[in-house]
């Protein structure tokens, strides 16, 4: 037994001994990259650090040298405090700690650890910076936004890099190019790419240029094809190949078809936009026009009364519900409403009831309140425009192509105009009060024999168009100042979209609206402001004079008329 276990024993020995021997090496090698892993982390934290800290250094090459070593580390952690360099908003304290100002300068976190600081209990200081140091911030901010894991940064820096000249850091973006897995962004770096290849010495580089110009070009790279297109005083061309002259001409009239489309399509867009906002203005005149035959000169000092009313619920919600001041223009709508139509119905039984059936008296009647309403106006708010401010969900806008941005305001007018103009309809056509109108604007005397009170009708329907004008007024102040004189822009637009469509048809005002807005947009950049207003009353004179009734002509009353 004694000599089994002795050979036993040895055997057991060296197999271990043999394990040791081959795992030994492998075990010290891990245990090296793991040392060396916690040691370069740790450098690279120091070099950080330091680099940060010398953003606030009073050298200014040694402030440059620290921006170059941010940009070299690659770390997208320093991208705050260089923003915040550039934008002016960085601060040093007194024992060299690094503070980013927010927007507003009122509050500050330290840039290493992001925690807030107490600003009134530090003594800060700026950092001296000059235009070298900016130049060299912006390359390496662009450098790092380049490297960063945010899609939208990324964007942002390409699109910084297509304005302005790259030949340093081709190598950069060829690289981010590689990595970039967004078609948006990756056709930007290929601009980018394209626009420092035109200058290269090898020609199939520079063909390869211009057929990516082709491709994704915009109008920024016409100059330069222009300039590959020159002449000299001979009557020479600059450019000797004839080749990149070619792919230059093709590349210019492809941006130049592709900027015509995205052109027609920006006009479109806002000739939609203005029409949205004629058709508020001029819905509630159609309506009141189509029923009472009042041409009412001071319908657009009920836009104006709209306008109003929503800067002062923005002033109410600023003042004591602060922390609700983003639905301020969701809770104005009703107020423009039912403002406006009270006005109206209070002008309307207190003056024009008194005036039907006389039209000249009627006119001078509601001119003469338009200019007490802007008086008044004027005596409570003052001469000067106030300005309405847009909630945050309404700033901004999509970029659908280059150069063309649909703002959010824009758009939310023409949902808006569509919601009014569906209740409208609604009321009109599937309410008592909507039949009782229809009776009483095609024959008013057999309504009245019916039992309808023609009367009360009227003071409903002036209201109703007095407020769908207050609505309007609220649109407008989104996109522009509110002023004493802002109904004195729009009524004879007004008046121009009732005539062209048919009084008081919502059709008729609908497509009178959106065509002149339409149109006008059109041919404001090929004929000017000027003209194309004159040519626009030529072919509305022309229309009156095909079709005195409008597009769309009424029944009842104002025909029989």
Excluded at 119 to 126: D, E, V
Excluded at 153 to 169: D, E, F, M, N, V
Excluded at 176 to 183: G, M, P, S, V
Aim: with cysteine; hydrophobic share 45%.
């Amino acid at each position: 037994m004694k000599k089994i276990i002795c050979l036993i024993e040895p055997r057991k020995r060296g197999f271990y001994e043999t394990e040791h021997k081959i795992f030994a090496p492998f075990f010290g090698v891990f245990v090296f990259l793991i040392i060396s892993l916690f040691s370069f982390s740790f450098v690279a934290a120091n070099d950080l650090e330091q680099s940060l800290k010398d953003l606030g250094n009073k050298s200014r090459s040694k402030i440059k040298k620290a921006i170059k070593n941010l940009g070299s580390q690659g770390n997208t952690a320093a991208l705050p405090a260089l923003e915040a360099l550039k934008d002016n908003r960085l601060r040093v304290s007194e024992d060299g700690a690094i503070i980013i100002l927010d927007e507003s300068g009122e509050k500050g976190q330290d840039a290493l650890t992001k925690e807030q600081v107490d600003l009134k209990s530090l003594s800060l200081r700026k950092p001296r910076i000059n235009n070298s140091v900016r130049r060299i911030l912006s390359t390496t901010i662009g450098t790092l936004q380049l490297k960063s894991s945010n899609p939208v940064i990324r964007l942002t820096a390409a699109k910084q890099l297509l304005k302005k000249s790259s030949s340093g850091l081709v190598e950069l973006i060829e690289m981010a190019l590689a990595e970039e897995t967004n078609d948006e962004i990756r056709e930007i770096f290929s601009l980018v790419l394209a626009k420092e290849g035109l200058n290269s010495d090898d020609k199939q580089k520079r063909l390869e240029s211009l057929k990516t110009i082709r491709e994704f070009g915009n109008i920024n790279f016409k100059s330069l094809l222009e300039n590959l297109l020159r002449k000299n005083e001979k009557n020479e061309f600059l450019e000797s190949d004839p080749k990149i002259r070619e792919g230059a001409e093709k590349a210019l009239s492809s941006i130049e078809k592709r900027q015509f489309f995205i052109n027609q399509f920006a006009n479109l867009f806002y000739g939609l936009s203005l029409g949205s906002i004629l058709l508020l203005a001029a819905l509630g005149l159609a309506i009141t026009f189509g029923l009472m035959g009042v041409i009412n000169m001071a319908h657009g000092e009920m836009l104006m009364i709209g306008a109003y009313s929503t800067y002062v619920v923005q002033n109410i919600f600023k003042e004591f519900f602060p922390h609700l001041f983003e639905w301020y223009l969701i809770a104005s709508i009703p107020v423009a409403f039912v403002v406006s139509a009270i006005i109206g119905i209070l002008l309307e039984r207190g003056i024009l009831r008194h005036l039907y059936g006389r039209p000249l008296e009627t006119l001078l009647a509601t001119w003469g309140i338009s200019l007490i309403l802007i008086q008044s106006v004027r005596l409570i708010f003052g001469a000067q425009n106030v300005e309405v401010a847009n909630p945050s969900f309404l700033s901004g806008g999509i970029s659908i192509f280059y150069g063309v941005v649909l703002p959010y305001n824009r758009i939310s007018i023409i949902l808006f105009v569509i919601f009014v103009v569906i209740s409208v309809w609604a009321l009109l056509q599937k309410t008592s009060l909507g039949l009782q109108v229809r009776a009483v604007t095609q024959n008013r005397e057999m309504a009245s024999c019916m039992g309808i009170s023609t009367h009360k009708i009227d003071m409903y329907t002036f209201g109703l168009g007095s407020g769908i004008a207050g609505l309007g007024g609220l649109a407008l102040s989104q996109i522009g100042n509110v002023g004493p004189e802002l109904g004195q822009l729009y009524i004879v637009d007004s008046f121009m979209v009732v005539v062209t469509g048919g009084v008081g048809k919502i059709a008729g005002t609908v497509t009178g609206a959106m065509g002149l807005g339409v149109l006008n947009k059109f041919l404001e950049p090929a004929a000017g402001a000027v003209l194309g207003k004159i040519i626009i009353l030529v072919l509305i004179i022309i229309l009156i004079q095909k079709r005195p009734q409008g597009l769309f002509a009424p029944k009842g009353r104002v025909v029989e008329n």
